[in-house]
Every structure is written in C-alpha cells, then in structure tokens.
C-alpha cells in the first residue's frame, strides 16, 4: 500500500528515483523468511554477507532484481533483511508525505541497510536497538543508531526502524542531496520541517508528535504543556486550561456531577450534590428543620409533617385531627389539667372559666365536629370511687360548653378513673398529668 501511494503522488512529475538496498528491500518474492529471535541478554545481530536489491522507480513503472553475493549462513540475519524491507517502504512513503520532487534529469539513489541490531529487555518490555545506513549516491554516509521497546520484539524493532528513518530526514547532508530545489526548513526547531509541520511557531523545548504539533496524551485539545489537568478522560469538555467544566463552581466537573446548577458556595459531597445531614431529601442549604429523625415524611422546607397544625409533629402527635386553636400537650393532644378542679371535686373553678370558653369557641368554627369529653384520675382511692369522681368531673365539663351554646348531641362524657394514665402514678409530678379533662374529637 506505501508503494501504490509513492505511484500516485509521483505520476506525471517525470520522478526517477533509483534506490539500492543493502541486506534487504520492500519487494515482493522474497527468498528470505525471517526467523525466531531467541531472547537472550545483549543479543547481536550482524550481517555475514551482502544481499543488494535494486529498485528503480519511473513514473509509475518499477521493476526489481535480487543480487546474492556470499553465502547465507547466519540463522537469523533474515530478520535485518525484513527490517531493511520496512525501512525501504518507509523512505518511499515520508517522500511521499513530505513532497520531495526529484527532475527526472537528476535521478537519485539512495542505499539503506540495516547493519546491526542489539536486544536486550528490561521488567515489561523487550529493547532494540537498529543501525540503519544510509549511503546517498554521491557518497555521503551517514549512521542512524536508534532505541525502542515494547511487549512485543517485533514490534519494538519496527518502531526504531520508523524512528530511523524519520531521523535519516533531519540529517542536514540528506536534505541537502534529496532537495536540489527545495530547502527542509524547521523555523520553530522542533524537529519537523515548515513543509510538513501543522503547528508551526511551537515553543521552544515542547514535545511535539509526527507532525510537528504539541503532544496532547489526554486527548482534549489542550497541549500538555498548557493542560492543568492531565489525565482528563476521552470526550470530556474541558476549559482552556485543559480542566473539565465545572459549571456550577461546586469542584465537582460536570461530567461527575449528578445535581449541576447547585448554587454558589453551598457545600457538596463527593456527586455534586448538596449536603442532607439528616437525609430528609430537603438539603442542608434549605432545611428549616435539621435533624429531623431519619424516616420522617417531611414539606419542602424540611420540616416534619403537622396536619392538624397543632405544633407537634405528625411522627409524635397522639392525638392526631385535633381541631385547629385547640390547646393541645406536648403529645399533641386536647387536655386541660386538674386545675380546674379542686381536690376531690367535680365543681369547675371560675377562674378557669376562659380555658373552656377557648373550646366553646372551637367548637363553634367546627360546626360539625363531635367531642367526647374524657375524665382521668390517679390511683388515690378505690377505681369505682375514682371511675365515679372522673365521669362527675367529664359531666361538669361537657354541661358548661351546653350552656355556651354547644348542642348536647356534640358531645359525650366518659370517666375513665385512672385506667388510661398518661404519665407514671409512683410520684406527683406524674400524677398530676394523669388528673386531666381530655377532649377527643370525632365526626
């Protein structure tokens, strides 16, 4: 294929060119098979003989001959004809590519060999080291010694015999007789000449690729001399400094980020996404209500729901569908203490007269809602004496809100002595909460 693409480039420039391979030539019938290499430290190859193979190129027309001279005894020296092979097809294609035009007056010739080969190893990968020579047709030598390594010798050797050849176009007195009407320039000294060099004006001591361009290894349009952010991975979109975008500023890019536009200065975890200490779903930056127990059905400003909006929470309201204005507990229940009573009494204290006008009133916004009145008591005394005092005292209760206008088919009154306390009865703190009025709305 490197030939077929030399032919095309050279129809109808009248191109003559005349090359000579010492030990080895691009060409088809070749007498040799390349043998196995065994891998031994410091391995040399050099050749014992000499194998001329000429080719001579016009216009589209070439034709070939073998010349053996000597004997063929070295078991590998096969393998320098097959890499002086690569290197022929080499030379033709960098002419090619590099547009060199040669007047059919003045024909060139160029002999190439492969004149030595070293191998050696090291912990991954299998070196070569290749001698190429290169004699041009008025006589100017020149020796190219060049070094690669791969996992694969094969391939290690093929990589020097390219770098040879590459390097056999930077040798001044090479350009000098190829180029009897051009000139191999290099204006910005990175080793590729201006002819074929697409980034020119490079920097000096940039790494440079084949043609003549800044190395990008992470391949995002950003030289690595200019990439802050070396490593980026393949298609991610990067600023001019080579970073990933990071559109919403959090320090998470955006190829990472699983909540972009998450507004500036509000702290991310490792997604992008803003902090939920209590993991109600509302983030940090928004929760009106942190640490909200975990499970919690929570609003949008992550606070715990209230449906009967008593103040206490759903998640711990006992008493929930309280009507809205109702005094409710800590529990979230309607009660009023014993202090409408005096003790062993059932006779409603006037100065608590406006504790039950408050439920009058509810009552009144809630046409339709139905209220049992519940008595409690302690554990002081007997329970039928105590089931008697609570339903007494539900009674008082329930025919002061009848005489506030309240319809008596509303309302029902149950003692319930001290079977349902709502606190302890071994001290009197809890005592005290468990003598209570307790108002249990109903439809």
């Known amino acids: 294929m490197l030939k077929s693409k030399f032919f095309k480039a050279c129809r109808g420039t009248g191109l003559f060119i005349l090359i000579m391979a010492l030990c080895g030539c691009a060409t088809s019938g070749r007498f040799y098979v390349p043998k196995p290499i065994p891998i031994k430290p410091g391995t040399v190859l050099k050749?014992?003989?000499k194998v001329v193979c000429s080719v001579n190129i016009v216009n589209?027309?070439?034709n070939s001959e073998w010349v053996h001279i000597g004997d063929y005894t070295h078991t590998w020296s096969a393998n320098l004809l097959m890499w002086t092979d690569t290197s022929v097809e080499l030379l033709t294609d960098e002419l090619v590519k590099r547009d060199v035009i040669i007047s059919e007056r003045s024909p060139k010739t160029l002999k190439l060999s492969i004149t030595r080969a070293k191998l050696f190893w090291g912990f991954d990968a299998i070196g070569c080291t290749l001698n190429l020579n290169v004699i041009t047709g008025d006589g100017y030598v020149v020796n190219i010694e060049?070094?690669?390594?791969?996992?694969?010798?094969?391939?290690?050797?093929?990589?020097?015999v390219s770098n040879a050849v590459a390097q056999m176009f930077q040798d001044r007195?090479?350009?000098?007789?190829?180029?009897?009407?051009?000139?191999?320039r290099d204006s910005d000294g990175d080793g590729v000449p201006n002819e074929i060099d697409a980034c020119p004006d490079t920097p000096k001591g940039v790494k440079v690729d084949s043609r003549g361009c800044p190395i990008d290894s992470d391949g995002d349009g950003i030289p690595d001399y200019l990439d802050k952010c070396p490593g980026t991975p393949k298609g991610v979109e990067v600023d001019c400094d080579g970073c990933p975008l990071d559109s919403d500023g959090d320090g998470v890019p955006d190829y990472l980020d699983e909540c972009p536009g998450t507004p500036r200065g509000i702290a991310v975890d490792s997604r992008g996404c803003p902090l939920d200490s209590d993991g109600d779903g509302v983030p940090d930056y928004r929760d009106k209500c942190p640490g909200t127990p975990k499970g919690v059905t929570v609003d949008s400003a992550g606070c715990p729901l209230d449906s009967d909006g008593d103040g206490v929470p759903d998640y711990r309201d006992a008493c929930p569908g309280t009507p809205r204005g109702a005094?409710?507990?800590?529990?979230?229940?309607?009660?009023?203490?014993?202090?409408?009573?005096?003790?062993?009494?059932?006779?409603?204290?006037?100065?608590?007269y406006p504790l039950l006008d408050q439920v009058i009133g509810?009552?009144?916004?809630?046409?339709?809602?139905?209220?049992?009145?519940e008595g409690h008591t302690d554990n002081f005394?007997?329970?039928?004496?105590?089931?008697?005092?609570?339903?007494?005292?539900?009674?008082?209760?329930?025919?002061?809100?009848?005489?506030?206008?309240?319809d008596k088919k509303r309302l029902s009154a149950v003692g319930y002595d001290f079977s349902r306390p709502r606190a302890s009865n071994e001290n009197e703190e809890g005592r005290?909460?468990?003598?209570?009025?307790?108002?249990r709305p109903h439809q």
């Open 47 to 49: 050749p014992d003989y």
């Open 60 to 62: 589209n027309q070439t």
């Open 146 to 160: 060049e070094t690669s390594s791969a996992k694969d010798l094969y391939e290690s050797c093929d990589t020097a």
């Open 173 to 184: 007195g090479i350009q000098d007789y190829l180029t009897t009407t051009k000139i191999f």
């Open 327 to 352: 005094l409710v507990d800590e529990r979230g229940c309607w009660v009023i203490g014993d202090t409408l009573f005096d003790f062993d009494k059932y006779v409603i204290k006037p100065q608590y």
């Open 362 to 373: 509810v009552l009144k916004k809630n046409p339709s809602l139905k209220v049992e009145i």
């Open 381 to 406: 005394g007997s329970q039928a004496y105590n089931e008697i005092l609570s339903h007494r005292r539900a009674n008082a209760v329930m025919n002061y809100l009848i005489q506030g206008g309240i």
């Open 432 to 439: 005290a909460l468990n003598r209570r009025v307790q108002f």
